[in-house]
T-cell receptor, first 115, second 111 residues
């Protein structure tokens, strides 16, 4: 089946720094990718929809200037957490829809810890 | 009302038990429905799609009732390895490929 990778799988950074997370579709092209955040014992929360060649669409309550999304190619979307703070510590997961659009293929997630 | 609502859980069942998860969705135009499984600290993985005719995969049976906007997942003969969080996922058919996740129901299967 289709594979989506994420890099890094985990990262620890200091408060105030920025962190970039990459999401790649390995054997298919994805004009759309999704970014989620999951806090411990909570469900996935959709943060934004990444669109190749155009601006990302952010969900209500998600700061677009803090969570920068760039969908530079048909196989790569990046999420940059700018000026990270401890409350940004979370599990960030990306997904890409299948060609038919029904199934979501998830990346393995990136665990971010901000100290 | 949430777009996708699931049983709050957690469910604690012994091995061999039958357990059922319920899920309701608010958008009657929704077209695609899925059950995903998520293990602790891992990404969600597709368990099965849900069709109007119902579908079965081994010990797992999923059913859809469009009139009631209700989806269910039945697990028979529970195994220890079934312990996970089960996520009800709906494509609301609002354009694009956006899917809506329920909050998930945690299942603990005990020996």
């Amino acid at each position: 089946g289709a594979v989506v990778s994420q890099h890094p799988s985990w990262v620890i950074c200091k408060s105030g720094t920025s962190v970039k997370i990459e999401c790649r579709s390995l054997d298919f092209q994805a004009t759309t990718m999704f970014w989620y955040r999951q806090f411990p014992k909570q469900s996935l929360m959709l943060m934004a929809t990444s669109n190749e060649g155009s601006k990302a669409t952010y969900e209500q309550g998600v700061e677009k200037d803090k969570f920068l999304i760039n969908h530079a190619s048909l196989t790569l979307s990046t999420l940059t957490v700018t000026s990270a703070h401890p409350e940004d510590s979370s599990f960030y997961i990306c997904s890409a829809p299948s060609v038919a659009g029904y199934e979501q293929y998830f990346g393995p997630g990136t665990r971010l810890t901000v100290t | 009302r949430k777009e996708v609502e699931q049983d709050p859980g957690p469910f604690n069942v012994p091995e061999g038990a039958t357990v059922a998860f319920n899920c309701t969705y608010s958008n009657s135009a929704s077209q695609s429905f899925f059950w995903y499984r998520q293990d602790c600290r891992k990404e969600p993985k597709l368990l099965m799609s849900v069709y109007s005719s119902g579908n079965e995969d081994g010990r797992f049976t999923a059913q859809l009732n469009r009139a009631s906007q209700y989806i269910s997942l039945l697990i028979r003969d529970s195994k220890l390895s079934d312990s996970a969080t089960y996520l009800c996922v709906v494509n609301p058919n609002t354009g694009g490929f956006k899917t809506i996740f329920g909050a998930g129901t945690r299942l603990f299967v005990k020996a």
